[in-house]
Nanobody, 122 residues
Framework: QVQLVESGGGLVQAGGSLRLSCVAS????????MGWYRQAPGKQRDLVAT???????NYADSVMGRFTISRDNAKNTVSLQMNSLKPEDTAVYYC????????????????WGQGTQVTVSS
C-alpha cells in the first residue's frame, strides 16, 4: 500500500504563486516517476509536469516557463512551484507516482493522491 498526502492548494489572485507538495509513504522500493496532473470541472485529467527517476522532466505547454517540478528523494516528496498563475490554471491538482515495490522490475504500480484544489481569481 502506498499513501500520498498533498498540500499547498488554495485561492490566489491571477499573477500570484502557490507551491504544491506531495509526500509518499508505504510500500516503496524506489520511484520510476513522480508528477502532477490536473482536472478542471467538466474536463479530463491532464498532465501538468512529470519527473522521472533519471531526472527527465516534462511540462505541459500551457505551464512551461511558469511551473517548476522538483523532488526530494530523501523525503519521498515531489513539489510543484506555480508562478504567474492564471484563471485557466484553476483545477483540482493530483499527485501521481509510479513506484517499484521491490528489485523485481515487473513489480510496479501507479498511485494517486486525493487531489488539492487550486483556484485562481481574475
Amino acid at each position: 500500500q502506498v499513501q500520498l498526502v498533498e498540500s499547498g492548494g488554495g485561492l490566489v489572485q491571477a499573477g500570484g504563486s502557490l507551491r504544491l507538495s506531495c509526500v509518499a509513504s508505504g510500500n516503496i522500493f524506489s520511484f520510476a516517476a513522480m508528477g502532477w496532473y490536473r482536472q478542471a470541472p467538466g474536463k479530463q485529467r491532464d498532465l501538468v509536469a512529470t519527473i522521472s527517476n533519471s531526472d527527465s522532466i516534462n511540462y505541459a505547454d500551457s505551464v512551461m516557463g511558469r511551473f517548476t517540478i522538483s523532488r526530494d528523494n530523501a523525503k519521498n516528496t515531489v513539489s510543484l512551484q506555480m508562478n504567474s498563475l492564471k484563471p485557466e490554471d484553476t483545477a483540482v491538482y493530483y499527485c501521481h507516482v509510479r513506484v517499484y515495490y521491490s528489485t523485481n522490475s515487473r513489480a510496479w504500480g501507479d498511485h494517486w493522491g486525493q487531489g488539492t484544489q487550486v483556484t485562481v481569481s481574475s
